[in-house]
């Protein structure tokens, strides 16, 4: 129970203040689908996300808000805005999957057959849920789906397709931009469709990996538990990234090296050390060459933090 409650646990409601009420009619012939987006003091794009969700063409869905502790105004300019909205409130910060994660327990006790996993910063094509639907429904062993997933500012250029390759050796990914571009070893978390057996099955996402790898680690884990991952190539979604932190900055250059060093350490113990330590001087040289060298104290923190996380497990955001 104790790796079963580190990886987001089954189903138990988590840190949620209040008891939200969803539910799904039970005589709507389609599949029942929750939708889960994540609001860390970013509520304008959550409500340009929640116009384009108004739109979808998907008959039977519930739409849940997971404000993640915000600090500027963000849950009552939602209200304003949509005030029958369904808002999870965790009252601080969970990072993205303890925020997902309170959102998704939710849903799971509604009885929602699929979960949505979509960034708040997206915009989204009104049947992009529809063809991620057709897809899962497919193949009863199909677990994880994914969009095609344009850049919001150039719609015309993809930014992945439905997800990317996962070089172990060297702890890179690649995106891909096309079916045959590359091996689909995970679906990227800005768009990710969850069968709910899965996450009866495997747990939910890992809340250690605050910032990146978390997409990875739960579709290696899916994986490995049997199911099959796919994409869904009609359903398009729009996505700004890197809004609530940004790519470049030093705090991302922590939260990542921290999520970098807690995924290979964890899923390869000792072997994770030579991945890890190829992609910190890859890092290293990256932000020299960027004349970036303050950058270089972050990630030297998010490595000690990664490291420290490992051998005293513990849960929250530095």
Excluded at 22 to 28: E, G, H, K, T
């Amino acid at each position: 129970m104790e790796e079963r409650s580190r990886l987001g646990g089954p189903v138990d409601r988590g840190e949620v203040v209040g008891q939200p009420d969803v539910s799904f009619d039970p005589s709507n012939p389609y599949p029942p689908v929750g939708i889960v987006t994540v609001n860390w003091n970013g509520w304008k794009d959550t409500l340009e996300f929640l116009d384009s969700a108004t739109r979808l063409t998907y008959p039977n869905f519930k739409l849940v808000v997971v404000d993640n502790g915000s600090s500027d105004e963000s849950e009552p300019s939602l209200r304003r805005a949509y005030p029958t909205i369904t808002i999870v409130q965790t009252g601080r910060n969970l990072g993205y999957p303890g925020g997902a994660n309170a959102g998704v327990r939710v849903l799971l006790e509604a009885g929602a057959e699929y979960i949505w996993l979509i960034n708040n910063d997206t915009v989204l094509d009104k049947d992009a849920l529809s063809a991620m639907v057709e897809v899962a429904r497919g193949h009863s062993d199909i677990g994880l789906v994914g969009s095609v997933v344009y850049h919001y500012h150039d719609r015309e250029r993809i930014q992945f397709w439905g997800g990317a390759e996962y070089r172990r050796w060297t702890a890179t990914t690649h995106n891909l931009m096309a079916r045959a571009a590359g091996r689909l070893d995970y679906i990227g978390g800005a768009s990710l469709l969850v069968r709910s057996a899965v996450s009866r099955d495997i747990g939910l996402l890992d809340e250690r990996l605050v910032f990146y790898w978390d997409d990875v680690e739960f579709s290696l884990r899916a994986r490995r538990a049997g199911w099959r991952l796919a994409v869904a190539e009609s359903s398009h979604v729009f996505h700004k990234e890197g809004n609530t932190v940004g790519r470049k900055s030093a705090r991302a250059d922590f939260l990542e090296t921290k999520s970098l060093t807690l995924f290979l350490l964890n899923q390869y113990g000792f072997l994770g050390i030579g991945p890890l330590a190829v992609r910190m001087l890859g890092k290293i040289l990256n932000r020299l060459a960027r004349r970036q060298p303050s950058h270089l104290w972050s990630i030297c923190i998010g490595l000690t933090a990664g490291i420290r996380r490992v051998v005293r497990p513990g849960s929250g955001i530095d």
